[in-house]
């Protein structure tokens, strides 16, 4: 069992800076950001994974290089360093853990993979 809890979203002008924090508790090798917008499917963000000891990261073509997704094994957090925001970018999102079907496709982006979801944690970015 996963237990996810997100923080650290907020309310900024375009762009601006966040940096999404979510405390692990439990082991998965596989966890990723995703985000929705009501009325809206969820999407998937970013995702880290460790594949055979090395870490792999993988993003949704609309960050663009904009979002950087870590992992802090010592302190159970992953976090999404998300620059240069765009009113777009405005969702909540959602921490996520045994992506891709129980990590057989940890690199997936597919919300419909995933196991473990967090609460989420709204981010407002205003023009």
């Known amino acids: 069992q996963v237990q996810l809890s997100e923080s650290g979203g907020g309310s900024v002008q375009a762009g601006g800076s966040l940096n999404l924090s979510c405390a692990v508790s439990?082991?998965?090798?596989?966890m990723g950001w995703f985000r929705q917008v009501p009325g809206k499917e969820r999407e998937g963000v970013a995702v880290h994974a460790t594949i055979r000891g090395a870490v792999a990261r993988s993003y949704a073509t609309f960050v663009k290089g904009r979002f950087t997704v870590t992992r802090d094994n010592a302190e159970n957090l992953l976090f999404l360093q998300m620059n240069d925001l765009e009113v777009e970018d405005s969702a909540m999102y959602y921490c996520a853990a045994d992506i891709g079907h129980y990590c057989y496709n940890p690199l997936d982006l597919d919300p419909s993979g995933v196991k473990f979801w967090g609460q989420g944690t709204q981010v407002i970015v205003s023009a």
């Open positions: 439990g082991s998965t090798i596989c």
